[in-house]
């Protein structure tokens, strides 16, 4: 976590930040209290990146503070593996950042069983609950669609005694699963159908991941989310558009249940979606179970930890999330916006080296046999702190196949028969000799060196068009190399209702042996690499001493737009 530039840019300010600010100056509230809810039913992924950004945003930018909440009330999905990891991902994301915020408190939705009990208990002695003994599909049934009026269940009028034992003996698991609820008394001739007597227990005779096997009822999240919130507090209850509908039984149940001061207002803005991805964490899982991908930190996937392994840094994602801002619109997000952000962080901070994906051999003719002279490399133009570090030139070098053309296209600067180019940070070479296999195919190139065209050498200001990147044969170190790319090759896997396996990119993972300049044995698990003129990498967990692995996490220019332009 040491590769976190400073701070990201001023927030911008948007119709959330302009209520609170406007909170703040009429002292509405004695603390900002906003709350990141997931559900631990998976992985985090970068829309929850978005979501994290801006209510740890809010606490850091108004002085309160933000809680992470697991809303852990369906056992059925979840699971301690994905808790911890969604403690982790949050950790990692506002680490350094979110001062003041500091390590995010952890609450359970599932602490508040008991209070959330004892809620629904005043809601039945108020007469605006009952236990109704419709099943799932009767339900729905009598709701009705939104245009047409709902019908009441034949339960709605039990007395509140009736009410009190049927929920009592719910708690007590004498009833099977799905054979009762308790359902908030509202108006059946809503409008808007979650004020149709809604669901807020069901029975769930079911393991739960915190609680064991304590209960058998669990609260809908519906009426298990608004009530946390007062619960603890929260001022400002940010979620996403789709909730926009739900909000009216937000403030119905928070108003019932009890006199709060002050009491939680939920806010809604749009979901982030990117092109060229999946963000559901379902699909997601779909793609780790099916194999598709190697699991939920595989560094193509949109999740937190996969980007981690990739190597994106936490400060590119929180800067991608400032970029975007926040709005009431639902819109797709081009990926090339958040590459774009992972670039604009990399090229800060990664230290650069000098590697060869695709080897061919160059012999320096006037080089003498056994000899390394040593040459200095900039670890980092941008940072003049970051120094220098030496990098060993011999007879025998890899440069990249790429930057020889033996019949070269028009205004290609780089190797060609007769032709000269620099080696960066060393000598200027000529091509003299193309060496071929019996198959015709270039084995390797015989030329001569400018032995006086290194830094401080008395031709070193003569100018040749290409400068090219080259590891020394004798000194280079092989490494795994892993090139990710993107996982689908439409920018909207699923359009028109496609099913997205039918557009997985085949390339999307290619794994070769580069050549890499001997210091990277040193490589540090923490560090950005950029392997001049190619591309930013990152050591990957599965490394070896001595045999390292690089993930490639992304390409110096978008590739992806030459592509588009050529149509
Ligand atoms: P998914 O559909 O991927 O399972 P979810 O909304 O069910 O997502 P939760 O764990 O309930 O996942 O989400 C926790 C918080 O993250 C919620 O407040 C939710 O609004 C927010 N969130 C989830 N997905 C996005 C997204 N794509 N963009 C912005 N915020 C998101
Ligand atoms: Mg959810």
């Keep these: 976590m040491s590769n976190d530039t400073p701070a990201a840019p001023a927030a911008p300010s948007d119709f959330i930040r302009d209520v609170v600010a406007q909170h703040v100056a009429d002292a509405s509230y004695p603390k900002i209290l906003t709350r990141f809810p997931p559900e631990p039913n998976g992985y985090l992924h970068i829309g929850h990146a978005k979501s994290i950004c801006l209510n740890f945003g809010i606490a850091r930018e108004f002085g309160g503070a933000c809680n992470l909440r697991m809303d852990d009330t369906n056992p059925t999905k979840e699971d301690m593996e994905y808790v911890e990891s969604i403690i982790f991902d949050v950790n990692w994301l506002i680490a350094g950042w979110a001062d003041g915020v500091k390590t995010p408190q952890l609450f359970h939705a599932s602490d508040y069983f008991e209070q959330l009990y004892g809620f629904a208990v005043t809601l039945i002695k108020k007469g605006v609950a009952f236990v109704c003994d419709l099943t799932g599909e009767q339900i729905a049934e009598f709701r009705g669609a939104p245009g047409d009026l709902g019908r009441p269940s034949p339960d709605r009028d039990r007395s509140v005694e009736e009410n009190l034992d049927l929920f009592a003996r719910m708690r007590a698991g004498e009833f099977a699963d799905g054979t009762k609820t308790l359902r908030a008394k509202i108006d059946m001739a809503s409008p808007n159908i979650h004020l149709r007597d809604p669901v807020i227990y069901r029975i769930r005779h079911t393991e739960h991941q915190a609680t064991g096997n304590q209960w058998c009822i669990y609260p809908m999240y519906d009426y298990a989310h608004c009530l946390s919130d007062a619960i603890e507090g929260i001022s400002h209850s940010i979620c996403t558009l789709e909730f926009e509908v739900h909000r009216p039984l937000y403030d119905w149940l928070v108003d019932e249940v009890g006199l709060w001061n002050p009491r939680p207002r939920q806010y809604e803005f749009a ?101 390394t002279e040593q040459c200095a490399a900039v670890n980092n133009p941008g940072d003049e702190t970051a120094g220098t570090r030496e990098i060993p030139f011999t007879r025998e070098m890899w440069i990249e196949q790429d930057d020889f053309m033996e019949v070269p296209a028009p205004k290609y600067f780089r190797l060609k028969p007769g ?149």
């Design 271 to 371: 979901r982030l979606s990117l092109t060229y991805t999946l963000m559901s964490k379902r699909k997601l899982l779909q793609l780790v179970e099916e194999k598709i991908v190697t699991g939920w930190d595989d560094p193509r996937m949109p999740t937190i930890c996969g980007m981690r392994r990739r190597g994106v840094t936490a400060s590119a994602l929180r800067n991608f999330a400032y970029h975007i801002g926040v709005t009431k619109y639902m819109s797709l997000t081009d990926v090339a916006v958040l590459e774009h952000a992972i670039r604009e962080d990399l090229n800060k901070i990664a230290q650069r080296r000098l590697a060869v994906l695709r080897p061919l051999k160059v012999v320096i003719t006037n080089f003498p046999e056994g000899k």
């Design 419 to 567: 032709g000269e180019v620099r080696l960066k940070y060393a000598f200027i070479i000529k091509c003299d000799e193309v060496v071929k296999d019996a198959d015709g195919k270039v084995t390797e190139l015989r030329c001569t060196a400018d032995l006086d065209s290194k830094t401080g050498g008395p031709t070193a200001g003569r100018k040749v068009k290409g400068t090219i990147h080259w590891v020394s044969a004798a000194h280079a170190l092989d490494g795994e190399v892993r090139l990710y790319d993107r996982l689908f090759t439409e920018s909207e896997p699923e359009k028109d209702g496609r099913d997205f396996k039918t557009v997985l990119n085949p390339h999307s993972l290619e794994v070769i042996t580069a050549k890499l300049e001997p210091s990277l044995r040193d490589a540090r698990a923490d560090a950005r690499y950029q392997f001049e003129r190619l591309a930013y990498f990152t050591l990957d967990a599965d490394s070896k001493p001595g045999a390292p692995i690089f993930n490639r996490t992304i390409t110096l220019k978008d590739a992806w737009a030459k592509e588009a332009q050529r149509g």
